[in-house]
């Protein structure tokens, strides 16, 4: 009821169609889980995926409900590369509770470390240079202040540093700067929100909170995945 609301005289829009999804089935379920109206032919659906062995699993990001299980992970996977490790500090400046905001809503970490062959997600869009949040994808080369990584799809490209900001009137009132990337061997589903994945690995032993399995069962874009 308050005046700037009303001046502000926004409309309202329903959004009808889905994009993310191609598989109509997979389309279905979520839908069915949405409305909590699951059936026995969704039921039998989703456990046909269980454990699946599917050739496109093996190589997918791993889905976890807790940083712990992440975090093991991407440490084990990452020593079994052989190699030494390069780590990239988080750049940041600004006032410490904005930094602190920035941080915990930028999906890329304070130190990254990697390793050539190391499995790495991208964590920001960036249309011009040709990734988006979770595309997937393989370090060719690692040194000081040097990445190189293959995505899935193929596309070899140096990655550059990125900026998260909160800004004020034009003015920069905190920054934190870091290459866009994670490694991507394993990841939570509460982090995975927004991304697009091919397919996934997920494990929901662990769930805690109300609509975590509907977060990563919506992640992928088909039933295959």
Excluded at 95 to 111: D, M, R
């Amino acid at each position: 009821m308050s005046r700037t609301w009303i001046e502000a005289a926004f409309k309202v829009c329903y959004l009808t169609e889905q994009h993310r999804q191609s598989d109509n089935d997979l389309n279905l379920i979520l839908n069915a889980i949405r409305d909590g109206n699951i059936s026995n032919q969704h039921k039998e659906k989703l456990n046909s995926r269980v454990k699946s062995e599917h050739k496109k699993i093996k190589n997918s990001a791993r889905l976890y409900t807790h940083n712990v299980d992440v975090d093991f992970e991407n440490e084990k996977e990452l020593g079994l590369i052989s190699g030494n490790i390069f780590g990239y500090d988080m750049w940041t400046r600004g006032g410490e509770g904005l930094v602190e905001t920035l941080k915990k809503g930028c999906l890329a970490p304070s130190k990254l470390r990697l390793k050539k062959g190391a499995r790495v997600m991208f964590v920001k869009n960036n249309f011009d240079e040709g990734y988006v949040n979770g595309t997937l994808g393989i370090v060719k080369k690692c040194g000081y202040e040097y990445i190189k990584v293959r995505t899935l799809e193929g596309k070899e490209m140096d990655v550059e540093r990125e900026s998260w900001t909160i800004e004020e009137d034009g003015r920069i009132l905190a920054e934190i700067n870091q290459y866009p990337l994670r490694l991507a061997w394993a990841i939570t589903i509460h982090k995975s929100q927004g991304m697009f994945l091919d397919s996934a690995l997920i494990d929901l032993t662990r769930s805690f909170e109300k609509g975590m399995g509907y977060v990563a069962l919506s992640r992928v874009k088909n039933s295959n995945g």
